[in-house]
């Protein structure tokens, strides 16, 4: 069966360069992504160094106030679902990807929120609001502060991503490197995993994923060498195209 997506997201590994403020470096790429749009719903959920709901909310309606856009956190509606059948735009912030996956389940929106991107419903994700955009989390990098019901995200990649990927060897340090932890993950689980750098971003317009911003992707296909490329290998919505999920 054919499905047709009308994907408008723009997935980035971070939301904050360093000596930056926070989303500055992607001001012009989110005006394009919003265009005409009012009102922004906030997914204030993974709460970055234990923040608040609404302090987290807070400090991005200041931004994106600078860009013209009103926020409301998803935490102020009455009913979250409501939020996602309804609002116009959204943004998940990053922070931690197991407290942000714990309450998208918890509160059933996973897969509403998964149906409403593929409506074309803009969609701006930062690190674990990126990561979200995958098969699954677990290839995030974050502590495991909360268990969520399920490691399940929304499946619109065919793959999972690690957000902040990098190869830099600290001195003395001798836990695994990112590359060993995805390379653990693939012992187990034979999907390919993007690794993005920060100052990149995927901007997924309808079926095409496009790797934008300052570097190159690796991308690590299971039984073949990783490579970095900057080209993405796959599309959007493949694995809803080949399931019945």
């Not at 009308?6 to 012009?28: C, I, K, V, W």
């Not at 943004?91 to 918890?106: K, M, Q």
């Not at 993950?185 to 496009?210: A, C, D, M, Y």
């Amino acid at each position: 069966m054919a499905h047709t997506f009308n994907y408008q997201l723009l997935l980035a590994s971070t939301s904050t360069l360093p000596g930056e403020r926070f989303l500055a470096y992607l001001s012009e790429e989110l005006k394009s992504l919003f265009g005409h749009t009012k009102t922004i719903t906030f997914i204030p959920y993974a709460r970055p160094s234990g923040m608040s709901w609404d302090s987290y909310t807070r400090h991005a309606r200041q931004t994106l106030a600078t860009l013209g856009y009103s926020v409301k956190g998803i935490h102020q509606w009455d009913n979250p679902l409501d939020a996602i059948r309804e609002s116009e735009a959204f943004f998940t912030g990053g922070g931690n990807t197991f407290a942000l996956v714990h309450s998208l389940h918890e509160f059933g929106l996973m897969d509403a929120l998964a149906r409403r991107l593929a409506e074309g419903v803009p969609y701006l994700g930062c690190s674990a609001g990126t990561n979200i955009a995958g098969l699954t989390m677990q290839t995030t990098n974050d502590m495991p502060v909360v268990y969520p019901a399920s490691f399940k995200t929304m499946g619109i990649l065919p793959c999972t991503i690690n957000a902040h990927y990098t190869e830099a060897i600290i001195p003395n340090h001798q836990g695994e490197t990112r590359m060993g932890r995805i390379q653990e993950f693939q012992s187990f689980n034979p999907i390919p995993v993007v690794g993005l750098p920060e100052g990149t971003w995927l901007r997924v317009k309808g079926h095409t994923i496009n790797l934008e911003g300052n570097g190159q992707a690796k991308i690590f296909t299971p039984d073949q060498p990783p490579q970095f490329t900057d080209k993405i290998p796959f599309h959007a919505g493949q694995y809803h195209e080949n399931s019945d999920h």
